[in-house]
């Protein structure tokens, strides 16, 4: 029988459309399943929040401490960004706010490679002949919002996955009808990739381009409709759109399987495949796949497979947490708890009873303050810090980061109090430390489109306005002299009397930026409807689900909590200025890619405090053209800001 976990584990798996949660509580076992449609929250964060909301049977006593995220992004770092969706988060900051010890994203087709070699023989169906070898490596495929792409290499007792994109691959037609469908989507496309066609949008692609071969008009139906019709047998052209997507499909596989050499087979899951059932197996798909030239032979040996199993990226999600754990847990030359195992034997009583503590709960050390270490590891807080100096950290702080780098390769970092007692190292480090936090979530909370409709205003804006009251007054004054230096007409008013004359003068065609941390000041929200009244339109910036969010026309989010009753705002006020610079390097790529140079009609070219009169002169400075064609203003590609999205290593 298999065991039981000390507390049960998350498992997700989130697509495009859908987000699908499970409680693993023992190896394989799976409850409390929930689909949540993505479209239903606002981020991540809400949709794992709601469903752990809703699960029934939970108790404080027992809280999930781990977690596996599968989802549909080819997870490098830090950041995740969907593909098919506008969600994105820091895994570290989202681990935080979650409060779980250990957080695991990869991405969903190689959580599902993960899962094959898992999988029973009535959990896949086998589609044509082939025999598969083993080990060899087995190749993975699978439609849905978008087209995911994976392998697995057997390697000793174990498997690697590959983490690919190839469902970007470009698509290649193989007859005459083919060709049309390639021509359609090449009037809409640059790049007409195998996604483009095999996916949920790739149907409806496919079903239009047939259309219009045809001469016949389009009705305008999605996947799901097109594909009941065709499976019904009730409309030629839906039969006809799911015949060629079989039969593309059919290329996609035999490419893989001749660029892995996958011998141990090919399988095909996703959200489509699974559920066509019969109609899949008497397709032209095998026929396709076989149908290779000199390489007939080689791919009919091949065999094929589609997963019937309803929870195979759960499994494959669980194999990977579970790996992650047993290396947390097994490997001595970890990082700093290495060094805390190896020091155990020289180790006084209290500190060791410290280290034991740090041993069992490392994740909660790196958030918990010292007297709640203290508390725990039954020691004064004196002996905590001497046990930090003994592994030769400089205090607490110190032994905390390199921690949190044992643990997860990164830096995390998180909001922590600055104390009377803290010394200018501690004192540093976190206020450094709070700012990064906050960046961090302000990054996962930037939404694309409302970005691209930001900039997109300010480009063709005939006047650029920035409002802005109190410690935020100099936000506005930033935003002015970026977009000056473009040559867009601007001004920056942060006088209430100032501001509504202001108002009162724009025009049809302007754009106001309002920018506000509350976003509940009366005198900026009569700003705004002012500049409604006037025609002009309205870019916040500032806090969610705050009435000047409600009333503008393109928000920008920035939800940071910060008493400014008691110093002088300064966290949000950074996070504010680097919102203006986003806008500002959007504003100054976009005119770029459209062979405007950002910095031509501006009178301030030889105003850059960098440059030298030489280079002034010339034009070779900082500010001159050869400049502004190779960056953006106002970010400079050697400064921090310039890495802001790069994992820290």
């Known amino acids: 029988m298999p065991s039981t976990f000390d507390s049960p584990r998350l498992i997700a798996d989130i697509g495009g459309t859908?987000?699908?949660?499970?409680?693993?509580?023992?190896?394989?076992?799976?409850?409390?399943?929930?689909?949540?449609?993505?479209?239903?929250?606002?981020?991540?964060?809400?949709?794992?929040?709601?469903?752990?909301?809703?699960?029934?049977?939970?108790?404080?006593?027992t809280p999930i401490e781990h977690a596996a995220i599968a989802i549909a992004y080819p997870v490098e770092d830090d950041l995740v960004r969907m593909t098919n969706y506008h969600w994105q988060f820091s895994i570290e900051e989202m681990r935080q706010r979650l409060k779980f010890d250990t957080l695991v994203v990869v991405n969903d087709f190689t959580a599902l490679a993960m899962a094959l070699p898992r999988l029973n023989a009535n959990e896949v169906q086998q589609i044509g002949g082939?025999?598969?070898?083993?080990?060899?490596?087995?190749?993975?495929?699978?439609?849905?919002?978008?087209?995911?792409?994976?392998?697995?290499?057997?390697?000793?007792?174990?498997?690697?996955?590959?983490?690919?994109?190839?469902?970007?691959?470009?698509?290649?037609?193989?007859?005459?009808?083919?060709?049309?469908v390639l021509r359609f989507a090449m009037k809409q496309f640059e790049h007409v990739s195998f996604e483009r066609l095999l996916?949920?949008?790739?149907?409806?692609?496919?079903?239009?381009?047939?259309?219009?071969?045809?001469?016949?008009?389009?009705?305008?139906?999605?996947?799901?409709?097109?594909?009941?019709?065709?499976?019904?047998?009730?409309?030629?052209?839906?039969?006809?759109?799911?015949?060629?997507?079989?039969?593309?499909?059919?290329?996609?596989?035999?490419?893989?399987?001749?660029?892995?050499?996958?011998?141990?087979?090919?399988?095909?899951?996703?959200?489509?495949?699974?559920?066509?059932g019969e109609y899949f197996a008497r397709s032209c798909f095998r026929a396709r796949f076989e149908d290779k030239g000199r390489f007939t032979a080689y791919v009919s040996a091949i065999p094929t497979f589609v997963i019937t199993a309803e929870h195979a990226t759960f499994k494959g999600a669980s194999a990977i947490l579970e790996a992650q754990l047993r290396n947390l847990q097994t490997t001595p030359g970890a990082g700093l708890l290495g060094q805390i195992r190896r020091a155990r034997a020289e180790l006084s009583p209290a500190e060791l009873r410290v280290a034991e503590h740090i041993l069992a709960h490392p994740r909660s050390?790196?958030?918990?303050?010292?007297?709640?270490?203290?508390?725990?590891?039954?020691?004064?807080?004196?002996?905590?810090?001497?046990?930090?100096?003994?592994?030769?950290?400089?205090?607490?702080?110190?032994?905390?980061?390199?921690?949190?780098?044992?643990?997860?390769?990164?830096?995390?970092?998180?909001h922590t109090q600055v104390n009377l007692d803290d010394s200018m190292l501690e004192l540093g480090a976190k206020v450094l430390g709070n700012t990064a936090s906050a960046?961090?979530?302000?990054?996962?909370?930037?939404?694309?489109?409302?970005?691209?409709?930001?900039?997109?205003?300010?480009?063709?804006?005939?006047?650029?306005?920035?409002?802005?009251?109190?410690?935020?007054?100099?936000?506005?004054?930033?935003?002015?002299?970026?977009?000056?230096?473009?040559?867009?007409?601007?001004?920056?008013?942060?006088?209430?009397?100032?501001?509504?004359?202001?108002?009162?003068?724009?025009?049809?065609?302007?754009?106001?930026?309002?920018?506000?941390?509350?976003?509940?000041?009366?005198?900026?929200?009569?700003?705004?409807?002012?500049?409604?009244?006037?025609?002009?339109?309205v870019v916040a910036i500032t806090a969610g689900q705050s009435p000047l969010a409600r009333k503008a026309d393109v928000t920008l989010i920035v939800d940071?909590?910060?008493?400014?009753e008691t110093h002088v705002p300064m966290v949000?006020?950074?996070?504010?200025?680097?919102?203006?610079?986003?806008?500002?390097?959007?504003?100054?790529?976009?005119?770029n890619a459209d062979g405007l140079d950002p910095l031509a009609d501006s009178p301030l070219l030889g105003l850059d405090e960098n440059a030298s009169a030489e280079e002034e002169a010339s034009g070779s400075g900082p500010g001159g053209p050869a400049r502004a064609k190779r960056t953006a203003p106002g970010v400079s590609l050697a400064s921090p800001l310039a890495r802001l999205t790069s994992h820290s290593r």
């Open 365 to 414: 050390a790196l958030n918990d303050p010292i007297a709640t270490i203290a508390r725990a590891a039954q020691v004064s807080q004196p002996t905590v810090i001497r046990f930090c100096r003994t592994l030769g950290c400089e205090g607490l702080s110190d032994f905390k980061l390199r921690l949190a780098s044992g643990l997860t390769g990164t830096v995390p970092v998180t």
């Open 130 to 180: 082939g025999q598969a070898r083993m080990p060899s490596v087995i190749g993975l495929l699978g439609s849905g919002t978008g087209l995911g792409l994976s392998g697995l290499i057997p390697a000793a007792d174990a498997w690697v996955a590959l983490g690919t994109e190839g469902g970007h691959t470009a698509f290649a037609p193989r007859d005459e009808r083919e060709i049309a």
């Open 199 to 276: 996916s949920g949008p790739g149907l409806a692609l496919i079903y239009r381009a047939l259309a219009e071969r045809a001469g016949t008009v389009a009705e305008d139906l999605q996947a799901p409709e097109i594909t009941l019709r065709a499976l019904e047998q009730r409309d030629a052209l839906c039969e006809e759109t799911l015949e060629v997507f079989c039969a593309v499909l059919g290329t996609a596989a035999a490419d893989l399987a001749v660029t892995l050499g996958a011998f141990g087979g090919i399988y095909i899951g996703g959200g489509i495949v699974p559920k066509l």
């Open 18 to 61: 859908y987000a699908r949660f499970a409680l693993e509580t023992s190896p394989g076992e799976f409850s409390q399943i929930a689909s949540l449609r993505c479209a239903d929250y606002p981020d991540f964060h809400a949709t794992v929040s709601a469903y752990l909301a809703n699960l029934t049977g939970m108790s404080a006593s």
């Open 560 to 564: 940071h909590a910060e008493d400014v």
């Open 439 to 537: 960046i961090l979530q302000v990054r996962s909370q930037l939404n694309r489109d409302m970005m691209a409709r930001a900039v997109d205003l300010l480009l063709h804006a005939g006047r650029i306005e920035f409002y802005a009251l109190g410690h935020y007054g100099v936000v506005a004054q930033d935003a002015e002299y970026k977009f000056l230096r473009f040559g867009m007409p601007s001004s920056a008013y942060t006088d209430p009397r100032l501001q509504l004359l202001a108002a009162n003068v724009l025009k049809p065609g302007d754009v106001a930026v309002v920018i506000s941390n509350s976003g509940r000041l009366p005198e900026l929200l009569e700003v705004v409807e002012r500049a409604h009244q006037r025609g002009a339109l």
């Open 572 to 591: 949000s006020r950074i996070l504010h200025l680097l919102v203006i610079d986003i806008l500002a390097v959007g504003v100054a790529m976009r005119r």
